[in-house]
């Protein structure tokens, strides 16, 4: 049974055993669908014209109502005839294929919440000639941006046969204060060699009114959206005002962030790269701290307010003594400080490395600064320099008399790590997710972001997208593992400690039930929100298949 939720942008259905699937929706939840065949049949049984002559008629009044008023038509998906899938076993997806949210289960446990399985469906609701599609980026650069670019236009165009491809110029606002661009498979050939985005990207200027309007007036009927959570927040009340006027244009995100802030799926596209490419500083870093006597290697690296980067990229280096990240408080002086543990990290190895995240120590930097309250044009906090303010907090402790001479190093390579082209996985991740959108907005879905849910595409509501930010967990097994790998404090009072448990108890309580005691897990069925966040993974990212 179906039934629909929240401005339907959910449509929830429930099956046996506890069985849930957060579902997207379709045109053909706000599209009347046109009656092609009780048409064909009634003109049919009352002319004298033959029943096939009868059915192209129809069609052919039907292609020219749905053009006009939004009636639902289908065709047969055009794959079925392209020699590059029509030898693929199963190629298309089942209409009940669903993923499952959680994978770690228990015996008695219920089956949870499933999302869409993504890929080409036997139907399409488009005509390839009827698509008009635009793709439009948003946000921060992040490593594979145009490879997604490119992979929507090839994708439409040698799967579908679709050529009316427009780039919408310089983020949201430029549906309706720029030209546009024209791209075809040959403009967008070699983007994916290069940083950044060949269609530019702002934050801020999202006028909904005037890009539905322009969506509406350019006669576009597919929106391809690449953001973050901002972005994607942006493309729901587009999705929304869409629906509202009744019309047929699929609007489908792609989410996009280095910081891997979204929530639900396994991981963001470029974040490998991102954390690739923080290996470099860190090894810089590293050598530069190890040649001298007591040298400190400092590397701030992304991250507003989820420490994701840093984690993993303190976690691959090995030469990082101590990471901090903006999930979990740290403070410098007294003792189990910051600054005790530099001396002694120091007196033991005679150098060390610290990595930072931006988003990192900000409530000590009001503290000691002067407090900064100014946003960007999207409205997110602008941060001050937490990397050179720990650099010169540090040099002054030890410039202290009694304390011992140090050698620091201060690097920032934020936006080197975000400006850079995707990696081979990153590149082939972004293939997946760009035809994975391709496939779903020809299907007829819409208001869907497309993600990895433990290593399937999918397509999941823009409502579980915006509900909450992704973090890291520090009670989670991964933060303990980081701990472990660079021996350092976790800098948290029993206070923190508390507060941290109770801000992230599903995950706890799900860990703890795994390890030790079932018994309340058996007792009590836990709510639905801890039910979800309980899919935490052994590694907090999980990795795509
Ligand atoms: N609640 C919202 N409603 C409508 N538009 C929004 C909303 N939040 C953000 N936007 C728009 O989305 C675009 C991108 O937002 P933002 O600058 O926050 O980046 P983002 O997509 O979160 O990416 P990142 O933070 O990873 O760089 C901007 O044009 C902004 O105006
Ligand atoms: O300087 P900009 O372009 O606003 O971007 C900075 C922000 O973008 C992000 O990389 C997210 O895209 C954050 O980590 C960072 O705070
Ligand atoms: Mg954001």
Redesign the pocket.
């Known amino acids: 049974m179906a039934s629909n939720d929240s401005d339907s942008q959910m449509k929830i259905v429930h099956g046996d055993a506890g069985y849930i699937l957060e579902d997207v929706p379709h045109f053909a939840d706000y599209i009347p669908n046109l009656p092609v065949f009780s048409l064909s049949l009634s003109l049919f049984r009352s002319s004298s014209i033959t029943y096939a002559n009868c059915i192209a008629l129809t069609h052919s009044l039907a292609d020219r109502l749905c053009t006009t008023f939004f009636f639902l038509q289908t065709y047969p998906n055009p794959l079925r005839s392209n020699p590059a899938y029509s030898v693929v076993k199963q190629y298309f997806v089942h209409m009940d294929d669903t993923v499952p949210q959680k994978v770690v289960v228990h015996k008695d446990s219920p089956r949870g919440v499933h999302f869409r399985r993504a890929g080409p469906r036997q139907k399409v609701y488009f005509k390839s000639d009827e698509v008009h599609a635009c793709i439009v980026t ?5 490593p594979g941006l145009n490879t997604v670019i490119r992979e929507i236009v090839c994708g439409l165009s040698y799967m579908y046969g679709v050529n009316k491809v427009l780039g919408i110029d310089g ?3 430029g549906f309706y204060s720029k030209n546009t661009i024209t791209l075809t498979p040959k403009v967008v050939n070699d983007i994916h060699k290069r940083g950044g985005t060949i269609l530019g ?6 006028d ?1 009114g005037k890009i539905v309007d322009s969506i509406q007036d350019r006669g576009i009927n597919q929106v391809y959206i690449i ?12 999705y929304e005002e869409v629906r509202r006027r009744g019309l047929k244009v699929a609007i489908a995100g792609i989410p ?4 891997n ?1 979204i929530p639900v799926i396994d991981k963001s596209f470029g974040f490998d790269t991102a954390v690739e490419e923080a290996q470099r500083a860190i090894n810089a870093a590293h050598v530069e701290a190890e040649s001298i006597e007591n040298g400190i290697g400092v590397v701030k690296l992304m991250g ?1 307010y989820s420490g994701f980067i840093a984690m993993y990229a303190t976690l691959a280096s090995r030469d990082v003594d101590c990471c901090l990240i903006p999930e979990s408080p740290f403070y410098l002086e007294g003792k189990g400080g910051l600054f005790e543990f530099i001396e002694k990290r120091l007196k033991e190895n005679g150098h060390m490395v610290i990595v930072i995240a931006e988003g990192a120590g900000q409530d000590l930097l009001t503290e000691s600064m002067q407090a900064m309250d100014q946003k ?5 906090k602008l941060l001050q320099d937490v990397g050179l303010w720990i650099s010169h907090k540090i040099k002054d402790h030890f410039a202290r008399k009694d304390k011992m001479p140090i050698n620091l190093k201060y690097i920032d390579p934020t936006y080197m790590i975000r400006a850079i082209p995707s990696n081979a996985s990153d590149n082939v991740y972004c293939t997946l997710l760009a035809q994975s959108a391709v496939h779903g907005a020809m299907a007829g879905y819409t208001g869907f972001t497309v993600g990895l849910v433990n290593g399937r595409q999918t397509y999941i509501p823009f409502i579980r997208i ?1 509900e909450r930010q992704n973090k890291v967990v520090i009670t989670d097994r991964m933060w303990a593992r980081l701990l472990s790998s660079t021996n350092q404090p976790s800098f948290l009072s029993p206070k923190d400690l508390e507060e941290a448990k109770k801000a992230e108890s599903p995950t706890q309580l799900l860990e703890e039930n795994n390890c030790n005691d079932v018994g309340d897990a058996e007792k009590e069925q836990p709510p639905k929100d801890e039910q979800e966040s309980g899919n935490h993974t052994d590694n907090g990212i999980k990795t795509q298949n």
């Open positions: 948003c946000g921060g650069l992040c983020g949201y606002r990207t702002s934050r801020g200027g999202h909904t953001g973050g959570d901002g972005t994607q927040r942006g493309a729901t009340v587009i996009k962030t280095i910081d802030d507003r960007d044009a999207s409205g997110n915006n």
